[in-house]
């Protein structure tokens, strides 16, 4: 997660980080941006995209539960569920 965040913090389990469909997946949901295909084809989080977050749950949807996380850093660091 970014240190320099200001609202929003994003955590990617590291076996789901390395999964190519994942990746896909969340680079195809997100519709700020936060999430990319890295070179080695895992997930890759956009540091730039980050505090864009809407909190619409997508990422959630799209990835096997309690892998990723959206941890909402002006809530002292409460997850986002659904």
Known sequence: MRQDALFIGIEVDDEIARNKEVAVKLA??????????GED??????????????LCELCLDAAPNGTVRVLKLYEDGAVLSH
């Open 28 to 37: 195809e949901v997100c519709p700020v941006d936060i999430y990319a295909q």
């Open 41 to 54: 084809g895992g997930v890759r989080i956009v540091d730039a995209n980050v505090d864009e977050c809407v």
